[in-house]
């Protein structure tokens, strides 16, 4: 049975028998009342919830009469008795009540207030939104996020699949937390960490005749369908670079604009597709293989934050394991 038998049931809390208003007011007249003490207020409240001054005196580590003090002390600021005294013990009168549903409301939100920093500061809530490229978002991005929510279940991640280009904009004007892009940036507003260097492969099914090759040259490309990356991006300049200095006119039979669709048009045996091997590695089937384009372009892959602000606790802990991803895959 509760210490405390007057207390209302916290059901019957918004519409209590003793009303919402906590001070009573003659009409016309105005009150003044000093500022409560929130010492005062919290030997109060405690009074009330252990049922004793003795108690409430333990719970808070002061003396019994410290207490009897503070609440001396607030029934003269507010003007109005707080308890009544029967047979030595403090029983708190309605107007009493009526103060303490505001108090424990008022402890209450400062509690919750308390989690809500608790949380923040140990990155257990928040929103984080990470921009990257379709490509990126729907390959690597996978494990990252699955790894991270684990570790943070109750972050909320807003992903945004943009291009190379947008992403590092909405990066730059902090329309973004954080993001992927990559070199070279060319960007003073940008903070950028790197992260992962890789080739420029072709896709192609596992029974075509040049799988059988350790490498594959323009030279070998000769009439050969291919499929490649939207006209314009930095990938589709190097390679078109790659054919004009072999004198090699591609024959490109599909354009698209994500390597998962360039693996699977490759697939269905459409062509070879010609993509960097990170995303590839993520859209790759049983039925096709992957094989070093030659010559050697390299994609350098990088953690993207804007240089005009410092970096979220949230953010920091979402490049930790950015890193430990990219760490393992070094390793294997």
């Avoid at 001054?53 to 003090?69: D, F, H, I």
């Avoid at 992903?159 to 954080?178: F, G, L, N, P, Y």
């Avoid at 939207?230 to 599909?254: H, I, L, M, T, Y």
């Amino acid at each position: 049975m509760s210490p405390c038998p007057w207390l209302p049931d916290p059901a019957s809390r918004a519409h209590g028998p003793f009303g919402k208003s906590v001070y009573a007011r003659p009409v016309g007249k105005e009150i003044c009342m000093k500022q409560l003490s929130l010492r005062g207020l919290k030997s109060f409240h405690e009074i009330i919830q252990s049922g004793s001054a003795t108690a409430a005196a333990e719970r808070l580590g002061l003396s019994q009469p410290g207490v009897s003090r503070l609440i001396a002390q607030l029934e003269r600021d507010v003007g109005f008795d707080l308890f009544y005294r029967e047979k030595g013990r403090l029983v708190p009168t309605a107007e009493g009540l009526a103060v303490y549903e505001e108090v424990d409301l008022a402890f209450s939100n400062i509690e919750r207030i308390n989690a809500v920093v608790r949380d923040i500061r140990n990155h257990d809530t928040g929103q984080l939104k990470i921009v990257a490229s379709p490509s990126f978002s729907e390959g690597v991005m996978a494990d990252i996020v699955a790894n991270f929510l684990k570790a943070f279940p109750k972050v909320r991640l807003n992903i945004d699949s943009r291009s190379m280009e947008t992403a590092k904009t909405q990066v730059a004007t902090r329309a973004a937390d954080c993001g992927f892009a990559k070199l070279p940036l060319d960007r003073p507003d940008i903070r950028a960490e790197k992260l992962v260097s890789c080739d420029t492969v072709c896709v192609l099914p596992r029974k075509h005749s040049l799988a059988r090759e350790a490498a594959i040259s323009p030279q070998q490309l000769i009439d050969q369908p291919l499929i490649l990356l939207g006209s314009g991006s930095w990938n589709r300049v190097q390679v078109e670079d790659a054919f004009k200095k072999a004198r090699v006119e591609p024959v490109v039979k599909v354009e698209t604009h994500t390597v998962g669709s360039a693996c699977a048009f490759a697939g269905r045996g459409m062509g070879i597709a010609i993509v960097n091997e990170l995303m590839a590695k993520s859209f790759l089937r049983d039925n096709l293989v992957l094989r070093p384009f030659r010559p050697k372009i390299l994609h350098e892959f990088v953690f993207i934050t804007s240089a005009l602000t410092p970096m979220s606790r949230l953010t920091q802990a979402f490049l930790d394991e950015v890193r430990r991803y990219f760490g393992r895959k070094q390793r294997q």
